[in-house]
């Protein structure tokens, strides 16, 4: 089996790597990977994740050898978890914890693989963990019926929430620096949308809402945003919602006056565990579109260009696919 594994700041080696089908466990061949921020913060030494690491938290496969009386059948199309639990019932995340997929096969448990409903391509189902962190920073949020959401960036995680704000018949903001995301946005029918480079976002949310300022805001942290523009942007009372990964959400810094000024309630999340199958369902139902949010797809043997072209983009948040 061939994976490519991070080895040091901005290196990325192909090795091989053997893998025994061990009982409960299938084998797979990786049709489809996504890169995520939380690969390109390790790619780029960023956090203090142990190297050398194989990236990739998040792909689809088609299963390739499977022992007698398995869950699965050879040739059925799947999700891979981004996550695995240990006896001790302790979370791990593939491409930062243990090992990832960007490989083209890879021997996993049967726990760590979810069946993809016909109605999901290969394309779509790489989607699916920003769908579940979506869903479950909802839940924590309480977003009610037409509430006020400033999201801030139009990145994947960004346009995926706002569209479920508005299937709960909340009102999303988006603000973004691109135009282009933010057209994006548009087309994902999110009707309020500040680029933040041309105008005061403070300004056009307190017109918008009439003086009352965002309900809830959502800071990604990996986002061209400050995070202090998410204080600044939410009510009295209100809620703001972190999300990222603890491998570098340390290293962001933030005046938390605004904080206790208007009492706001600060909720972080760092993993979609818990709503993966509810994210699956949201994606076969339509509820959630992920057409048009990848930039671009590169090959299984193109890969370090695909990181390096992440870094260099005018955006941080550039989404590209790897085709494995």
């Not at 991070?6 to 192909?14: D, E, F, N, Q, R």
């Not at 005061?200 to 942290?221: H, L, N, P, S, Y």
Request: with cysteine; net charge negative.
């Amino acid at each position: 089996m061939k994976v490519w594994k991070i080895v040091g700041p901005k290196t990325l080696s192909m090795e091989e790597v053997q893998g025994d089908l061990l009982p409960g466990y299938v084998k797979v061949k990786v049709t489809k990977l996504g890169l995520t921020s939380a690969d390109i913060a390790v790619y780029e030494g960023q956090t203090d994740v142990s190297l050398p690491i194989v990236p990739g938290r998040i792909a689809t496969a088609v299963i390739s050898e499977v022992n007698e009386g398995s869950n699965f059948r050879k040739g059925e199309r799947v999700l891979l978890s981004p996550y695995m639990k240990d006896e001790k019932g302790r979370l791990f995340t593939r491409g930062l914890d243990m090992d990832g997929y960007l490989a083209d096969y890879v021997v996993l448990p049967e726990s760590a693989v979810y069946a993809l409903p016909e109605s999901i391509t290969e394309d779509m189902g790489v989607f699916a963990e920003y769908i579940s962190i979506a869903a479950g920073l909802m839940d924590k949020l309480d977003l009610k019926h037409e509430q006020y959401v400033a999201i801030l960036g139009a990145n994947a995680l960004g346009l995926i929430f706002a569209q479920l704000a508005i299937y709960y018949q909340a009102i999303p903001i988006i603000i973004d620096r691109s135009e282009k995301k933010l057209e994006e946005a548009a087309s994902f029918g999110v009707y309020y949308r500040i680029n933040s480079s041309k105008q005061d976002a403070a300004r056009r949310i307190r017109q918008i809402t009439c003086g009352k300022m965002a309900d809830c805001t959502v800071f990604e942290c990996r986002s061209a945003q400050q995070p202090q523009l998410a204080f600044s942007l939410t009510a009295e009372g209100g809620k703001v919602g972190i999300v990222g990964y603890d491998s570098f959400v340390s290293k962001l810094n933030a005046d938390i006056s605004a904080i206790m000024g208007r009492q706001l309630s600060v909720i972080g999340i760092n993993n979609g565990a818990a709503d993966m199958n509810s994210a699956i369902n949201l994606l076969a139902n339509e509820v959630v579109r992920v057409d048009n949010i990848a930039d671009k797809t590169v090959d299984f043997l193109a890969a370090p260009s695909a990181f390096t072209e992440s870094i260099d983009s005018e955006n941080n948040y550039l989404k590209i696919l790897i085709k494995c």
